[in-house]
């Protein structure tokens, strides 16, 4: 038995370092699904050094006993990318994660990673445990010993409060961090209220992972959305048709739900990759979600896609309204849209209160249909 379990790993260990992110960048590039980028092939040396360090690696709670019989293995640091929009670095990070040589891993969108947190806490603090958030981590730790985060971001003063113990607990176990992210460590929760309670979690960072900006010239996404339509009308098979292609490029053809949590509430984008997300309009105005509901999606993701806009009026009355605070919260976040609709954004309400209004909301869609709309 113990022969076998030997070769087992062993095959394990020959197979994870031939699927390494070099390779399998590599070969991507070789079909044409990416085009060669010198910053991007820069974040992989880094990439490719933790992916080998990760082949023998074992978290804390399992090398200590070992240590007793000699020297413990050096603890590999994790990454922190980070740099402008569309520069391909959540397409690196999953091309790691994908490739990771280790059991335990989670991928995770950041703001959401801390919505679970948040509930956890919650939860936690009705038994009564005087200190909830190291149950929490404990859990956290126990399913991954790898954590792979998109979009770092802290914009919540009660997410700035508890990240820095948070992970404290989990770099204490072991628990390696990749994690991609728009700002350097150092101007996170910038201007922040009570910020200096944040910063012992900046140094956490920097002395946990390593920094890597991924200062590349190119944005891939701009790039692939530069000859392509941004709003389809009217919405039929062909349109479809045409969404669906342009989703399949953008995300690769790997989707998972996004479900945001706020006041008690999931907000659910059925389709989620990279912070590229897609959803029906019913699924996005058909619902009571409020001007709140709208910016969350709004800070979640970078691009929305937005299929099967009705022609609205006074008896669509409700969804008019929300369908305008959608298109408010995007046009503020600069989060670019791509849409399929019954007919041109001036014609989509032209009867019945708030028709007039609407004008702008067509206004701000015609503006949203520029390629390089959202990029200053």
Excluded at 268 to 279: Q, V
């Amino acid at each position: 038995m113990r022969k076998l379990l030997s070769e087992v790993k062993e095959i394990f260990v020959r197979v994870t370092i031939f699927m390494t992110p070099i390779a399998t960048y590599d070969q991507r590039v070789e079909s044409g699904e990416l085009t060669d980028d010198t910053a991007q092939r820069q974040a992989l040396v880094a990439l490719q050094n933790l992916h080998e360090q990760l082949v023998d690696y074992k978290p804390k709670s399992k090398w200590l006993l070992s240590g007793l019989f000699g020297v413990a293995p050096p603890r590999p640091k994790g990454l922190y990318m980070y740099g402008g929009v569309g520069r391909g670095k959540s397409m690196l990070m999953d091309l790691f994660f994908d490739t990771a040589p280790i059991k335990r891993k989670r991928r995770v969108h950041f703001h959401a990673f801390m919505q679970e947190i948040q509930d956890s806490l919650h939860a936690v603090r009705k038994t009564g445990v005087e200190d909830a958030i190291k149950p929490v981590a404990q859990k956290i730790i126990a399913d991954a010993s790898l954590l792979c985060f998109d979009e770092m971001q802290i914009t919540d003063i009660a997410d700035a409060m508890i990240v820095g113990r948070l992970f404290e607990h989990l770099f204490e176990a072991g628990v390696i961090v990749v994690t991609t992210s728009n700002r350097h460590p150092t101007d996170l929760y910038k201007n922040g209220l009570n910020r200096q309670l944040f910063v012992p979690f900046i140094d956490l960072i920097q002395d946990y992972l390593l920094l890597h900006n991924l200062d590349s010239e190119t944005d891939h996404r701009q790039n692939r959305l530069a000859k392509e339509q941004l709003y389809f009308t009217p919405h039929n098979d062909a349109a479809q048709k045409q969404i669906d292609t342009l989703w399949a490029d953008l995300s690769g053809g790997h989707s998972t739900p996004l479900v945001l949590k706020r006041k008690g509430r999931e907000i659910t984008l059925p389709f989620h990759n990279n912070s590229t997300a897609m959803a029906s309009f019913d699924e996005l105005c058909g619902k009571p979600l409020g001007p709140g509901d709208y910016l969350e999606i709004a800070k979640s993701v970078k691009l929305l896609i937005v299929t099967n806009i009705p022609a609205l009026s006074s008896a669509k009355n409700n969804e008019a309204k929300r369908f305008v605070t959608l298109i408010d919260a995007l046009y503020e976040a600069k989060t670019k849209l791509i849409a399929s609709a019954a007919t041109e954004p001036e014609q989509l309400y032209t009867t019945g209160r708030g028709a007039f209004e609407f004008e702008r909301t067509a206004s701000r869609l015609r503006e949203m249909q520029s390629a390089d709309w959202g990029n200053n």
